[in-house]
């Protein structure tokens, strides 16, 4: 017994993407084709290390379709694995449950196999050396365990159950179809392949039980390498587990620390080593980056005062780097510096500052403050289109950051 198999997850084709501000050289075209991109990549990486399956472990869509190019396109992808004799087994999760408009609106080919979403299923694979096991999620929402109706193991093959699930929990994650790492060994399948947690991890290794992420990151929430595994199987099991980038566009968050001493210029240097580095370290690929600048003193409050201006200072300096980069936001953190006489200490300006002091030192208050904003937070969803990112105005650290803003433009006021 020798074969190779990949495990993915996650594709989200053609997924809407998060509000992102278009500026002059800004790579938004990129980013919108990131994840047809990394599925092109996906079927060269199974044609080029001639895989002899694929498996999808739930959400290859998103939803419901607009029209149907993220068929077509998917479709042309799957032709060229029908080609080169490779097929692939689809497990249905919550973003693409059981919709016959979309698993049957077109012709997929011989090569693409949807597991049934009434009953767990078995399927040989690779000539009858590998026998996979697994259940399309019916509907959005799945609250039991699945598992539980999944058959034992066969001797004599290399058993792999499909999930879509979100196990043990997570706390970013709403349980879907959950299930305990012991009931899933207890299968007596030599590999699990998970899907739904978009961040890769090994839940277990003897027998593997992994979850391999998503191919493409699609906002700053997931940011750093995205792929999927490459599986080496012989007479013992897995003889080799291998994490293959597969992301066309690369999100990282930037962390920059300001102290008192730091200057302007020292801002701008820090940033440009920043971006140098995590373009050598991404390669060719696209980058979306999010600016996060810590700290206190008078170039943080200076930045406070005029953040429109720093962003576009920093997208002028992303805008020289080797590869098309996106700078997304730039998002201050207050750190309080050592304590020291107050800068505003009389009249309005010093009354203002004492009463902000007052919200951040109170948990109290600050709750009383998140709760005045619930009105404010219902309209302003209510005004948000499909696809667009919604500020929390009852967000605490949101709050907490605002406060500690208000200083920063009262000095800004005063150099006038």
């Not at 017994?1 to 993407?17: C, E, G, Q, T």
């Amino acid at each position: 017994m020798a074969f190779r198999f990949i495990h993915a997850a996650d594709i989200h084709l053609d997924s809407p993407l998060l509000s992102l501000e278009e500026y002059p050289g800004a790579p938004l075209e990129e980013i919108r084709l990131a994840t047809r991109r990394a599925l092109a990549k996906l079927v060269d990486l199974a044609i080029e290390r001639e895989a002899a399956f694929v498996v999808i472990a739930g959400d290859l869509f998103d939803g419901e379709w607009h029209n149907c190019n993220t068929g077509l396109y998917f479709v042309s992808q799957m032709k060229r694995l029908r080609v080169a004799g490779i097929p692939v087994y689809i497990s249905l999760g919550n973003h693409d449950a059981a919709n016959k408009g979309m698993t049957q609106a077109l012709p997929w080919g011989g090569a693409v196999h949807f597991f049934d979403h009434h009953k767990p299923e078995r399927v040989e694979a690779a000539g009858g050396e590998a026998t996979l096991y697994s259940q399309s999620f019916r509907s959005r929402h799945i609250s039991e365990d699945l598992t539980g109706a999944f058959p034992k193991g066969s001797a004599g093959t290399f058993n792999i159950g499909v999930l879509h699930t979100s196990a043990t929990g997570s706390a970013q994650h709403p349980l879907y179809a959950p299930c305990s790492i012991e009931g899933l060994l207890s299968h007596q399948y030599q590999y699990w392949a998970l899907g739904h947690i978009h961040t890769r991890s090994e839940l277990a290794r003897d027998p593997w039980v992994v979850f391999s992420g998503n191919i493409q990151g699609r906002n700053v929430r997931e940011c750093g390498p995205r792929g999927c595994y490459l599986v080496d199987v012989d007479d013992h099991g897995v003889a080799s587990l291998a994490f293959e980038p597969l992301d066309t566009v690369r999100w990282e968050v930037l962390r920059i620390s300001v102290t008192e001493q730091t200057t302007e210029d020292d801002l701008e240097e820090m940033a440009q080593r920043a971006i140098s580095r995590t373009v050598a370290e991404a390669g060719d690929r696209t980058l979306a980056l999010r600016f996060e600048l810590a700290g206190h003193g008078q170039a943080w409050n200076r930045v406070a005062a005029d953040i429109g201006g720093w962003r576009a200072r920093l997208r002028a300096l992303a805008g020289d780097a080797a590869v098309p980069v996106h700078v997304e936001k730039l998002e201050l953190i207050p750190r309080q510096a050592a304590p020291s006489a107050p800068a505003i200490e009389a009249g309005p300006a010093g009354e203002l500052r004492a009463l902000v002091n007052r919200f951040l030192e109170d948990p109290a208050l600050l709750e009383e403050l998140r709760e005045t904003f619930g009105e404010l937070k219902t309209r302003l969803e209510s005004t948000v289109r499909v696809g667009e990112e919604c500020v929390d105005p009852q967000d605490v650290e949101l709050l907490r950051k605002s406060l500690c803003s208000i200083e920063p433009l009262l000095m800004k006021g005063e150099e006038k």
